[in-house]
């Protein structure tokens, strides 16, 4: 399991684009080229002038608008993952248990569950 300190644990998403945003009940999925994240916390969207929280007007789709954007960096602290396109706009998804969705284990899943960010373990 990578920690979410690692500061390269998301570069592999640098280049590729947004594919497609699936809202489920309690998480959301982000394709992004081939590689699915699983997140389970509301993710911000930050504009340069304003950031659009979960039950903000116009939220969902400005997740949805980013679709055929092309991620141009993705960093990580300990506190949150930041996707920002080439457009300037950005994901901000954080790590801190308190901001999980459904008060589950994890934060972040990748698709092939060898990257977890949260409190659990992926199975061997």
């Not at 959301?28 to 994240?37: A, F, N």
């Not at 980013?66 to 930041?82: F, H, P, S």
């Amino acid at each position: 399991m990578r920690k979410s300190s690692d500061a390269d644990a998301f570069g592999f998403l640098v280049g590729l684009k947004l594919c497609a945003v699936t809202f489920i009940w309690d998480y959301y999925q982000l394709l992004i080229g081939t590689e699915g994240l699983s997140i389970y916390s509301h993710p911000k969207v930050q504009f340069p002038h304003r950031i659009l929280r979960f039950g903000d007007a116009g939220y969902k789709d400005a997740l949805c608008e980013r679709i055929g954007a092309e991620v141009v960096n993705a960093q990580n602290t300990d506190a949150e993952l930041t996707i920002e396109f080439g457009d300037g706009t950005r994901f901000l998804i954080s790590f801190r248990p308190e901001d999980r969705v459904g008060g589950g284990p994890e934060s972040l899943v990748a698709q092939n569950g060898m990257l977890v960010v949260g409190d659990s373990i992926p199975d061997s």
